[in-house]
C-alpha cells in the first residue's frame, strides 16, 4: 500500500503510549498533528504518579528490550536516565520464593522430591508432544507439564484473567513464554543469572518515557481534558470529533487509542448493531491498585513477587525501589500490590477504605509488612487494563477489524484499539510504522 496525497494534519486520540508514540514521531518526521487526551495528565496506564516524596508507576512495568529499533529510540530520548536493572522476581508459594521464572535447578531446592519427579515425567513425554495448541492451558502444558502448569501459572492466569486458561486464546501470552521450555528448565549446569531480571526502567519511573516525549514535542498540541465523544463518519471516512460533548473539530487522519469498544460506541452515524453487537461482548479486566508507603528501608529485595495462591486476594506486589532507587526516600520505601477485578466485582467497587484495609490486613496475616510501619496508603482504578482474548474474542476480532478497515483515514494502535496484549515496545513499533507509511509522499 503507498499513499498518493499528503496528508494536511494528524489528529491522535488518547495520550497514552500509542498516542504519544504517534505524536513523537509525527514531530520527528514534520507532520502536522494534535493530539487530544481525556485526562489532566499524559502516560495512561504507563503514568508514573508523584506522591509526597515517592514515586510509582500504576502496576509493575518494566521496558522490555525485545525490539533493538526501539529500544535505540528510547535509548536516545533518556540517554543514561534509562538503567539497565538487575533485580530478580520471585513466586511466593507456600512461604517459600521461588525464583522466577522458574528454573528447574531452584525448584529441587523448593519443592518435595516427588513433585520434582512427576515434572520430569511430564516435561519428559512433553519433548514428543505433538499435540495442537488450541488454549493458553494447551500452550502452558506443553511447555512446563501440567503439574508446574497447576503450581504456578493456570491459578495466576486465572486470577489475572478471572477465567479458566481453558478457555483463554494461546495469543495471550504475549511471546512470553517462548523460550521457556523444559530445555531452559532442566539446564541445570548452566550459571544463567534470572533472565528476567535484567531489564531497562528509566530513573523517574517508567512515566518519564512519556513525560521525555512530551517535553521532546515542547507539548505542542498536546490538548489535555479533552474527552473525545463523538467521532463522525460519512462515506468511509472519518471527517470529524467531538470534544466534551460540545466542540467539532474537523479531521484529515486519524490514529485512535481508545479502546474498542469505546471507538464502536462513539461512531456517529451508529455503526451496524451486528457490528456493534459484537463488540460489546469484548471484555477487558480492570486492575485496583493499593500503594502502601512504609518506614522502612526495603520491603524485600525484589523487583516483583508473583501470588499464585488462589486464596491470596491479589496477584504481584512490586517495589518501585527496587527498580530504581530514585523512587523513595533513604529510610523508607513503598509497595504497590495489584487486584485483578471485573468491573462488576464487589472488591472493585468497595469504598476504598474497605478495599484498602482488605488488602493491608492480607498482608500482615501473611507477616509481609507490620502495621505500625504503616506511613498511609492510597488506591487506584485501572479500567481496560487487560483486553480478555478468548478464543472467541480472537474470533469476533477479526469481524471488527474488517468492518474498521473501512475507515481508511482512521488506523487503531495501542492495546485497547487493537485488543491486543501489546507492550510499550511492540506499540512503538506499530506507531513508527504508521507515521514512516504516511509520510510517504
Ligand atoms: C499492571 C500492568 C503492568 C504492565 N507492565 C508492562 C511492562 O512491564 N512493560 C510494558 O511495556 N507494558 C506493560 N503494560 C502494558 C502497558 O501499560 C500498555 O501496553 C499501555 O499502557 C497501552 O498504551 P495505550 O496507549 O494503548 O493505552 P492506555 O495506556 O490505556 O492509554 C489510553 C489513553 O487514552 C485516554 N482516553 C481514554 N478515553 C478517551 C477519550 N474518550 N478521549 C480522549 N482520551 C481518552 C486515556 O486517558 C489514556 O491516557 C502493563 C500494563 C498493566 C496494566
Redesign the pocket.
Known sequence: MKRNNKIQKLSI???????LASAYFAHKNGLKFEL????SE?????KTVEHKNFKFD???????DKNKYVTSIVRNLLNDDLKLVSTPSKIFYKGKMITFPIEFKNLLKKLDSKIILKILIENGINIFNQNKINSFNDLVIKRYGSTLSTLFINNYSKKIWGIDTTLLSPKISGGRLKNLNIISIINIFSNRKHFEGFFYYPKNGFGMIFDKIKEEIQNNNIFLN????KIFHNDNKINAIEINDNKKIEVDQIIN???IN?IAN?LEPKIPSKILDIVNTLKFRN?RIVVIFLKMKNFSNYASIYFPDENVNFTRIYEPKQRSKFLAPNDKTCIVV?VPCNESDELYNSHSDIFKNEIINSLIKMKFIEKNKIIESLTYK?P???PILTNENVESMKIINDYFKKFENMKM?????EFKY????D?FAKAVNYINFLSQE
Open positions: 486520540i488518547g495520550g497514552g503510549p500509542a498516542g487530544f487526551e481525556g485526562n499524559i502516560g495512561g496506564n504507563c500504576l502496576g509493575a512495568h518494566r521496558f522490555h479533552s474527552n473525545v465523544t487509542s481508545l479502546p469505546i462513539i486492575l495489584e485501572i481496560n487494563a487487560y494502535i495501542g492495546r485497547g484499539a501489546l507492550h510499550t515496545h506499540i
